[in-house]
């Protein structure tokens, strides 16, 4: 049995959407507003009893920093006083964030607070994380290295779940021989689910039995936490000091204490013996609305990918700009502002038309755009600078691996824009040639170089006159077409949609197995009539906690019809090209190119148009290994390679798999590596749909890849039209998953951004 509650812990906060409620330029300013008032209201009740002077907690650093951007040293000084007084607290998480984060946020957003709190000479120790479903280990990791020590959890259940029973707390052990104390506790505005805050010295006593009455049968603490405020963006209640002064008068055998999530996580440290350890990541059933924004996912990754190889560049110490507006921290907030948790407006289902609806997603689309647009220019300068003032004769490109594998490189000009800018004195103008590669831009295109290039390694090649070679050939429909390299052969079936067979040219082996679809088909998902409904959930454990959730029906099939197929050799090698009607994706490209011997690589081109139709459109991915062999599954998760099932928290969401640079599906003595470029949602095995909570077969080699999805009923968009193009690059290999493969394979992604073209320096003046 549960120990009876003697003390509750009231922490005030406000919960930080930025957008959803509001515009999220209007969000900025109502948090500014809440932390003066906040301010306020610690300095005019210093002089009340400990336990009911006003206490306040900046959920999320970054509105701390706008907050200290538009403020004078006067608020200032008085905000560091009431940290100095420890009735205010500072959360060492930039915002509620996503699994989207690679580890390179990560270590930025935790520096950011770091670094300023050590400015001030400020102790910070506790992350809170709201409505999310989940938090990373790797990011958990990166807390514990730096001696940040607590997490505190609130968690939404509405479309997710909870891994466990709340209120609940473990020792997180952590690689390293590291570790996080973990509150997880109830969703932010449960207590408001009770009574009302400027009513609480009246309402709670008769609510005493009833709010503690679910209690977990193993709760082993005689005390618990719980949020001090009512819902997404509200600020501080100038009542709460009072109202929690006079209910401790009365004798109802439960204290009130208002404190901060750190004073709170101070005192469970001092009870953790008494707390279970538990291992794995914690993963987020909440990234399905991820698939619901494929444009604007994809520019955050092109953006983090850039910066991946920006952190590389600067840690070698060949360059270090960060002039201007093209600024490296500049870059990072918007990355870390397109992974916060907001991706509408709570009108978005609703209203899907309305002006609230469109206006906030507007706004919340700049983070993805405006953050590829700046870590483009800034790669771009950290290239100049590393090519620094090589003399060069004839027009050349610099080739740079920051990375430490070796990666191949290609660059593809055309002769006439080359002698064109090269009569250009001005340096700045070589941006004009760093447009997005197009298939037409490599027809014409008659300056070439081709080279591998070593880990950490800069390599100066001459361009080189050479014929394009653009040989289109039409396809027979009529018949399976091979294409492939000396390691790897491919077939691909017309009348299956897809490649029905992969196979390896030494030994003879199949990798490819046909069900449910051939492999790089695209599957249209849609609801059968009836078959998508809204139903409110009973929590018998917690009525509080009682949500909605999806109840769906689908059914599958291949999206389009083919149109015409073409065979292509041109300078990025020999591949196929699938035009489609009929349906979003347009095209698809299989592709061997002789710099990637062995190695499958494929590219999807859709476009969706303003279609509001439930629907959602994966890829398919069977793989034939060896049958009869447990399948085994793995996926980078914010730089951590993971096994599903194997490294994730007891009762963490095993339906979707937000991925970083890539998945790898082993059986017996064979993997397939997949790096996904563009799309970072996965399922394993098999599919579940309304609760994450299920169990997911995990039998079958089986993995799609979730390009498109608008049937979430959540605060999503309605449909995201535009064009969207995903790339994957596949290997199959003897052995076991292979982190370092992973990367290489995904690294390769950003080859064509590190070449910088360079003109004669007589032209012009580095």
Request: net charge negative.
């Amino acid at each position: 049995m549960s120990a009876p509650i003697k003390t509750l812990y009231v922490i005030p906060h406000a919960h930080t959407d930025f957008g959803y409620t509001h515009d999220p330029v209007i969000t900025w300013e109502l948090h500014d507003r809440f932390l003066d008032r906040a301010i306020e209201l610690c300095e005019s009740t210093t002089e009340m009893e400990p336990a009911s002077a006003f206490h306040w907690t900046i959920e999320v650093f970054a509105t701390l920093e706008h907050w200290w951007t538009y403020r004078d040293a006067d608020w200032h000084r008085r905000l560091l006083d009431a940290v100095e007084r420890r009735q205010l607290d500072v959360g060492v998480r930039y915002t509620n964030g996503t699994m989207l984060l690679t580890h390179e946020d990560i270590e930025w957003e935790l520096d950011r607070a770091v670094e300023w709190a050590n400015d001030h000479n400020i102790g910070l120790s506790t992350a809170m994380q709201n409505d999310v479903n989940g938090f990373s280990m790797a990011y958990a990791h990166a807390m514990a290295r730096r001696g940040l020590t607590s997490l505190m959890m609130g968690l939404n259940t509405t479309m997710g779940h909870s891994p466990c029973p709340r209120p609940a707390a473990w020792r997180w052990a952590l690689p390293n021989d590291h570790e996080l104390l973990v509150w997880h506790g109830w969703i932010y505005n449960r207590l408001k689910s009770f009574i009302n805050l400027d009513q609480l010295a009246d309402e709670l006593p008769g609510k005493v039995d009833s709010f503690f009455a679910h209690l977990p049968e193993d709760y082993p603490l005689d005390f618990a936490a719980v949020s001090g405020t009512v819902n997404d963006n509200v600020g501080p209640f100038t009542s709460l000091p009072e109202q929690v002064r006079r209910f401790n008068d009365g004798d109802h055998g439960l204290r009130l204490v208002l404190t901060t999530a750190s004073g709170f996580m101070n005192v469970l440290a001092r009870h953790r013996d008494k707390l279970p350890v538990k291992h794995g990541d914690w993963t987020d059933c909440w990234v399905f609305g991820h698939g619901s924004m494929p444009q604007e996912v994809g520019a955050l990754r092109r953006a983090q990918r850039k910066m991946m190889a920006i952190d590389r560049i600067r840690s070698l110490g060949w360059a270090d700009d960060d002039g201007g507006t093209l600024s490296y921290n500049r870059a990072r907030r918007h990355i870390s502002l397109a992974c916060e948790h907001t991706y509408g407006s709570h009108s978005s289902v609703s209203a899907p038309e309305s002006t609230d609806t469109q206006r906030q997603w507007a706004q919340i689309q700049i983070d993805f755009w405006t953050a590829e647009s700046v870590a483009t220019g800034l790669l771009r300068d950290h290239l100049a600078t590393t090519a620094g003032s090589r003399g060069v004769k004839d027009p050349s490109a610099l080739l740079i691996n920051p990375f430490p594998v070796p990666l191949n490189f290609r660059a593809i000009y055309e002769d006439k824009a080359m002698e064109t800018f090269a009569r250009v004195r001005h340096p700045e103008h070589l941006y004009q040639l760093d447009r997005e590669p197009t298939r037409a831009a490599m027809e014409k295109g008659n300056l070439i170089c081709h080279a591998p290039l070593e880990p950490e390694t800069a390599l100066l090649v001459t361009l080189e006159h050479h014929a394009p070679r653009n040989n289109s050939l039409p396809v027979s429909m009529d018949q399976v077409i091979e294409i492939g390299d000396d390691l790897l052969r491919v077939a691909y079936d017309p009348s299956e949609h897809g490649i029905v067979s992969v196979t390896t040219t030494e030994d003879g082996r199949e990798w490819c197995l046909n069900d449910p679809f051939a492999l790089f088909a695209p599957v249209r998902e849609v609801p059968r009539e009836g078959g998508f409904t809204v139903r409110n959930t009973d929590n018998e454990r917690d009525p509080s906690d009682e949500s909605w959730r999806q109840d769906i029906s689908c059914t599958r099939e291949i999206s389009g019809e083919i149109e015409r197929l073409e065979w292509v050799r041109d300078a990025r090698g020999e591949a196929l090209i699938v035009h489609r009607l009929h349906s979003p994706m347009r095209r698809q490209i299989i592709r061997f190119d002789p710099l990637l011997p062995g190695v499958l690589d494929l590219t999807a081109d859709f476009w969706f148009e303003a279609d509001t139709t439930r629907q959602a459109f994966y890829l398919s991915f069977g793989w034939w290994l060896d049958p009869g062999e447990p399948v085994h599954f793995f996926y980078d998760s914010s730089g951590m390679w993971l096994q599903a099932d194997r490294d994730q928290l007891p009762g963490a969401a095993r339906s979707l798999y937000e991925v970083g640079m890539g998945v790898a599906v082993t059986q017996g003595d064979r993997t397939v590596t997949i790096a996904s470029r563009d799309v970072p949602l996965w399922q394993f095995g098999g599919f579940t749909f309304g609760d994450p909570a299920a169990d997911v077969p995990r039998q079958k080699p089986f993995l799609a890849s979730w390009v498109y999805n608008n049937y979430w009923g959540c605060n999503f968009n309605a449909c995201s039209p535009g064009g969207f193009s995903c790339r994957y690059l596949i290997a199959p290999t003897v052995g076991t998953a292979d982190p370092a493969l992973a990367a290489q394979l995904y690294w390769q992604f950003a080859a064509d951004d590190l070449v910088h073209p360079l003109m004669p320096r007589a032209e012009t003046q580095f």
